[in-house]
C-alpha cells in the first residue's frame, strides 16, 4: 500500500462542491464548441443519417465506460490530483509526472488558449470589435476567469453552474426543435438508410473510425471532476454520482441534438456545413436566428474555459507538495484556499501560448495524448484493485475487469488511428510527452538532496 501523505502537511482545502456543483463541471467540462460543429466532421465519412446516430452514441457509450472507470477512481483517491495520482500509485511515479507535464503545458494550457480564442472570435461576430484585438480578448476572458477562481471554488464553481445551465439551456432549444419540427412539420429530412452495408470491410470500418474521432473529443472532458476530488463534499459518494450524471446528460443530449441537425438538413447539406448548429437554425428559423448560435458558443466555451481554469491547477499543486512542480505552486491562499500561484502560472503559460500563436500546432500534436493516458488510467484502474487492499463505501465499476479492458482497447485505438494517418504529428506530440522525463529526474534528484539533508518529502498516495 503506497505511503500516507504526513497529515500535519497536507494542505487540503475546504470541502465546498456539493453534487450539484460537482455535475456542472463534468457536463461543463465536456460540452463546449464541439457539438455546434463537429457532428458534420463526422457526417462527411458516412452515408446516411442513421449511421451518424450511431457513431454519436457509439462515443457517448465509450465517454460512459470511461466515466465509470473514473467515477470508482475518484471514490478511491479522494484528494486533488487525479490522474497524476492513479498512474503514479499503479505504476510509477514518473509516469503521473509525464501526465502532469503534458496536462502543463499542452493539453490544458492549449485547450485554455484555444478555447478563449473561439469565445472571442464567436464574440466579434456579436460585438463586431476589430478583427486584431480578437487574441486581446481571449486573454481578458482567460485573465478575468482566472481572478475569479482566484477568490475561492464557490465564486468559480458558481460561474461553472451558471454557463452549463445556460448551454444546456440552448442545447435543450435546439432539440425542442427538432421535436416540433418532426411532430408538425413535413419538411423532416431524416432517411436512416442501411445501417451497415452488406459487406463489411475495412474500408468501412476505417470511415466508422474517423468519423467516430470528431464525436469522442467532443465527449471528452469528463475526467476533470478528479483533478478536484479534495473540494468534493463526500466524494466517496457524490464524486461517482456525479460523473455518472454528468455524463449521462451530455450522451443524451448530444444524440438529441444530432436529431435535431438531421431534421432541419438534408445529410448532403450537413456533409459539407462548417457550422451545422448556425445552418440548421437557419434552415428553420431565418437567418436573422442562427445569430443565436453564435452567443450559445459563446456561453458554451466561456464555461469551458473556466472549467479548465479551476480544475488543472488543482493537480499542479498536487505535483508540488510532492516536489514534481515548481514548489510555489503547491501553496494555498491563506484567505480563499485557492491554489493561486497554480492559477496564475497555468493562465501565464496558456496567454504565452495564445500571443505566441502556437497553441493549435501543440494541440495537433499532443491531442491524442489524452487517449494515451485515458488508456493507462484504465489499466492503473486493474492495477490498483490489486495492489490496494479493498476499502468500505468506494465505488466499485460495472463489469469488473471488462469495462476499464474496453475502455482501455477503444483508447489506445484512437491512439493507433491518430498514429496511422497523422504519423509525423503524432511523433512531435510523443517527443512533447516524453521531454519531460529530464525534469523528472531533475526534480527526483532535488528531493532525493532534500531528504538527504534532513528536509522531508511528501509522498501523497491520495487515499482517504
Not at 320 to 330: D, K, S, T
Not at 451 to 460: C, D, M
Amino acid at each position: 500500500m503506497p505511503e500516507k501523505m504526513i497529515q500535519s502537511e497536507r494542505q487540503e482545502p475546504e470541502r465546498k462542491l456539493s453534487l450539484f456543483d460537482a455535475t456542472m463541471i463534468v457536463s461543463g467540462a465536456i460540452i463546449g464548441a464541439g457539438i455546434f460543429i463537429n457532428p458534420a466532421e463526422s457526417a462527411r465519412f458516412l452515408q446516411n443519417s442513421g449511421q451518424l446516430l450511431f457513431v454519436w452514441i457509439l462515443a457517448g457509450v465509450i465517454a460512459f465506460l470511461g466515466g465509470l472507470c473514473f467515477a470508482e477512481l475518484g471514490s478511491l483517491f479522494v484528494h486533488s490530483g487525479g490522474q497524476y495520482l492513479y498512474l503514479k500509485v499503479a505504476f510509477t511515479p514518473w509516469l503521473g509526472f509525464l501526465f502532469g507535464w503534458t496536462l502543463f503545458t499542452t493539453i490544458q494550457s492549449g485547450a485554455i488558449a484555444a478555447v478563449a480564442v473561439t469565445c472571442a472570435r464567436f464574440l466579434r461576430s456579436l460585438l463586431a470589435f476589430p478583427e486584431k484585438a480578437t487574441i486581446f480578448m481571449a486573454a481578458i476572458i482567460i485573465w478575468f476567469l482566472s481572478v475569479v477562481n482566484f477568490f475561492g471554488i464557490r465564486p468559480g464553481s458558481l460561474v461553472q453552474n451558471v454557463f452549463t445551465a445556460l448551454k444546456l439551456l440552448a442545447l435543450f432549444f435546439l432539440i425542442f426543435l427538432g421535436i416540433y419540427n418532426s411532430l408538425f412539420s413535413s419538411s423532416g429530412y431524416v432517411s436512416f438508410g442501411p445501417l451497415f452495408p452488406e459487406r463489411i470491410n475495412f474500408s468501412f470500418l476505417s470511415a466508422l473510425g474517423l468519423a467516430l474521432m470528431p464525436a469522442l473529443f467532443s465527449y471528452g472532458g469528463w475526467q476533470n471532476l478528479n483533478f478536484v476530488a479534495g473540494e468534493v463534499i463526500n466524494p466517496r459518494r457524490l464524486l461517482p454520482l456525479a460523473i455518472i450524471l454528468g455524463v449521462s446528460i451530455v450522451v443524451a443530449v448530444y444524440v438529441l441534438t444530432n436529431w435535431f441537425y438531421l431534421t432541419s438538413l438534408p445529410f448532403d447539406k450537413l456533409c459539407s456545413s462548417n457550422q451545422v448548429a448556425a445552418d440548421a437554425v437557419e434552415a428553420l428559423l431565418g437567418q436573422k436566428y442562427s445569430r443565436l448560435i453564435s452567443l450559445a458558443i459563446v456561453i458554451s466555451t466561456f464555461g469551458i474555459t473556466n472549467v479548465f481554469i479551476l480544475t488543472g491547477p488543482r493537480v499542479y499543486q498536487a505535483m508540488a507538495r510532492e516536489g514534481a512542480f515548481l514548489p510555489l505552486a503547491a501553496r494555498l491562499h491563506p484567505r480563499f484556499q485557492t491554489p493561486h500561484l497554480s492559477i496564475f502560472l497555468q493562465s501565464a503559460w496558456a496567454s504565452l501560448l495564445l500571443f505566441s500563436n502556437t497553441y493549435s500546432q501543440l494541440l495537433q500534436y499532443v491531442t491524442f495524448g489524452d487517449w494515451i493516458f485515458f488508456g493507462l488510467t484504465a489499466l492503473a484502474l486493474i492495477k490498483l484493485r490489486k495492489k490496494l487492499p479493498a476499502q468500505t463505501g468506494v465505488y466499485r465499476v460495472w463489469g469488473f475487469p471488462w469495462v476499464p479492458l474496453i475502455f482501455a482497447f477503444i483508447s489506445f485505438a484512437v491512439v493507433i488511428n491518430v498514429f496511422i494517418f497523422s504519423p509525423l504529428k503524432s511523433l512531435m506530440g510523443t517527443a512533447i510527452i516524453l521531454s519531460g522525463l529530464p525534469l523528472f529526474w531533475l526534480s527526483r534528484k532535488r528531493v532525493q538532496e532534500e531528504v538527504r539533508n534532513g528536509g522531508q518529502a511528501n509522498s501523497l498516495s491520495g487515499m482517504g
